[in-house]
């Protein structure tokens, strides 16, 4: 069982930034790799972002390339999300999901969610 929460989310202006971290406590959570996903009220969870086990391989949906970064730290056992260049249509709840060994954007195949952070970003 992984447990992950969630933190760093609020309110911002639109070009501000902020940093998302998920804290993952277990002596598994090197055998995870890592996403980020958002939910908008009434939209379907959306891919973000996706971190390799290592750390040395990311993968970003097209929206937030050039403007988010995922890295993990897993002797913190914590994965993050900097979120630069913010637009109102990031406004969302973002969740972070572990699946097993390997990057993945589908939903589906994440084993382990957590509750998710607000991100609000005003025009």
């Known amino acids: 069982q992984v447990q992950l929460v969630e933190s760093g989310g609020g309110l911002v202006q639109a070009g501000g930034s902020l940093r998302l971290s998920c804290a993952a406590p277990?002596?598994?959570?090197?055998?995870?790799?890592m996403g980020w996903f958002r939910q908008a009220p009434g939209k379907e969870r959306e891919f973000v972002a996706a971190i390799s086990v290592s750390g040395a391989s990311t993968y970003y949906s097209d929206f937030v390339k050039g403007r988010f970064t995922i890295s993990r730290d897993n002797a913190k056992i914590t994965v993050y999300l900097q979120m630069n260049s913010l637009k109102p249509e990031d406004t969302a709840v973002y969740y972070c999901a572990a699946a097993t060994y390997f990057i993945r954007t589908n939903p589906r195949e994440y084993d382990y969610w957590g509750q998710g952070t607000q991100v609000t970003v005003s025009s």
């Open positions: 277990g002596r598994t959570f090197s055998r995870y790799a």
